[in-house]
Structure formats: C-alpha cells, structure tokens
C-alpha cells in the first residue's frame, strides 16, 4: 500500500508561482511512477506529468514550459512545481503513484489539493 498526502495548493493571481507537494508513505520505493493529474470543475481528470522510476519525466502539452515534476528520494517526496499559472489551471491537483500489475497502472491517489488562479 502507499499513501499519498498533497499540500501546496491556494489562491494565486494569474502569472504567479506555487509549488504542490506529494509526501509518499507506505511502500512507495516501489512505484513504477509517481504522477499529477488535475480536474477541474466539471471536467474529467487530466494528465498532468509524471516522473517514472528512471528519472525520465512527461509534461502535458497544456503546461509544458510552465510546470515542473521533480522528486527528492531521501524525502519521500514529489514536486509540481508551477510557473506563470493561468486562469484554466484553476483545478484539484491530485498526485498518483503507479504500481506494476502487468504494466504500470496508476493505483494510489492522495485526496487532492485546490489550486484556484484568479485574473
């Protein structure tokens, strides 16, 4: 089992920064990938980035060049973080964990944390 706790999240005017935390607890040395996704109200859960076991990471189109996913392994921790926020990245972000079952599946979730961006 791995648990995932989220923090970071607030009120922020459009062109500012935050950074989102995910502390990993449990078994997390053995995800395959840890992950952001983010849903906005009335909107489907979208993809954000992720970070995969080897280092190597993948960033939505939507925030490339805006957003950074990063780790510190001695701290259990995963990183968003968030540059020039936008009125549409108003949104729960939440953070995944992946786990091996066949092929790396996001089975964790923390329970999300609200990021809202006003103009």
């Known amino acids: 089992q791995v648990q995932l706790v989220e923090s970071g999240g607030g009120s922020v005017q459009a062109g500012g920064s935050l950074q989102l935390s995910c502390k990993v607890s449990?078994?997390?040395?053995?995800?395959?990938?840890m992950g952001w996704f983010r849903q906005a109200p009335g909107k489907e859960r979208e993809f954000v980035a992720r970070?995969?076991?080897?280092?190597?990471?993948t960033t939505a189109d939507s925030v490339k060049g805006r957003f950074t996913i990063s780790q510190d392994i001695g701290k259990n921790t995963v990183y968003l973080q968030m540059n020039s926020l936008q009125t549409e990245d108003t949104a729960v972000y939440f953070c995944a964990a992946g786990d091996v079952r066949g092929i790396c599946v996001w089975a964790y979730w923390g329970q999300g944390t609200q990021v809202t961006v006003s103009s």
């Open positions: 449990g078994n997390g040395a053995s995800a395959c990938a």
């Open positions: 970070i995969r076991s080897d280092g190597r990471t």
